[in-house]
């Protein structure tokens, strides 16, 4: 199943919808221009929705890792929302938790960007 990923706004932050899988290939292409367009139209706060993410493979946390990276040397943040089963479980194993904030509720995702953010 290709990824397909659908960004919207709530206040000042970007909330990037993905359904589908994240693999190597078009599927992980597909997340990292997302991310760099919004980082290159100004966008700090970034939310992606994992709720309609099936499976991740190495190549796909690779590039989760990365937008993490980018979004931080250019003073933004990348948190996640909506983890599912067994992403759940390879977050835990690979200790990604240690980096990403994780939510299951879109209002305390925005929220925890700070004032602003819920406009």
């Known amino acids: 199943m290709a990824l397909t990923a659908r960004t919207r706004r709530v206040g000042n932050v970007a909330i990037v919808d993905l359904n589908g899988k994240i693999t190597l290939g078009e599927n992980t292409g597909i997340l990292r221009d997302e991310l760099r367009s919004l980082l290159a139209q100004g966008t700090k706060n970034i939310v992606l929705n994992m709720a309609h993410v099936g499976y991740v ?3 796909g946390l690779g590039e989760l890792v990365g937008a993490y990276t980018t979004a931080t040397n250019q003073g933004g943040a990348v948190k996640l929302l909506n983890i599912q ?6 977050m835990q194993v690979t200790k990604l938790y240690t980096i990403f904030v994780a939510f299951d509720d879109e209002k305390k995702a925005v929220e925890s960007f700070g004032a602003g953010a819920s406009a």
């Open 57 to 59: 493979d190495s190549a």
């Open 85 to 90: 089963g067994k992403m759940k479980d390879l």
